[in-house]
């Protein structure tokens, strides 16, 4: 089992920016890759940024490539993700994910077995 809690959410006026963090409890986190998501209201979950295990190797989506950076500190358990040039279209909920035992990043949720909570962020004009 691996338990994941997201903080840092919040509303951020346009050209803001914003650090989110991920609490891994549970199984080693340094033997899992994660993965950051987001689901805006009515539309589906989409892939927003992924870290290897190790941490050498990223991907993100083309619409935050150049703003947004995901990184993980294995001795603290811990995900981030900053985001910097934050845009009204960035508002969603924001949720961390976990793919145990596996090095490789992944972009589909189905490739993640555990979840955290989600936590919302709202960008205004």
């Known amino acids: 089992q691996v338990q994941l809690a997201e903080s840092g959410g919040g509303l951020v006026q346009a050209g803001g920016s914003l650090r989110l963090s991920c609490a891994a409890s549970?199984?080693?986190?340094?033997?899992?890759?994660m993965g950051w998501f987001r689901q805006a209201p009515g539309a589906e979950r989409e892939f927003v940024a992924a870290?290897?295990?190790?941490?050498?190797?990223?991907d993100y989506a083309d619409s935050v490539k150049g703003r947004f950076t995901i990184s993980r500190d294995n001795a603290r358990n811990t995900l981030y993700l900053q985001m910097n040039s934050l845009k009204p279209e960035d508002t969603a909920v924001y949720y961390c994910?976990?793919?145990?035992?596996?090095?490789?990043?992944?972009?589909?949720?189905?490739?993640?077995?555990?979840w955290g909570q989600g936590t919302q962020v709202t960008v205004s004009l």
């Open positions: 994910a976990a793919r145990p035992g596996f090095t490789v990043t992944a972009t589909t949720p189905d490739a993640y077995n555990y």
């Open positions: 549970g199984r080693t986190f340094s033997n899992h890759a």
């Open positions: 870290i290897s295990r190790g941490g050498g190797s990223q």
